[in-house]
């Protein structure tokens, strides 16, 4: 379902074309496979609604991924600097 959800274009789009190969067979022409958004059955009171909760699943996924892309971006310039301080520490050992 949460695959549903984020590829839905996609999945529109390939249905169109599949669908529309298959029907010239009977000179129909497909104009748009639309895939509407899955609608939940009536909730108790009380009860979470499973596709908001698809969606803040999904949500907290992207929230996720970008946190993780900002921390790379943010390590590695300290394991630059890092490795910059450690180069300077190092002794000159030159012969003489």
Known sequence: MLDLLTKREEIQRRATEELGERFKRYDINVV?????????????AGQADPIETLFDQLRMRRLADEQRATYAKQEEPRSNRSRLMKRRRRPNARPS
Not at 32 to 44: C, D, H, Q, Y
Request: no cysteine.
């Open 32 to 44: 748009a496979v639309l895939i509407g958004r899955p609608e939940s059955r009536e909730i108790a």
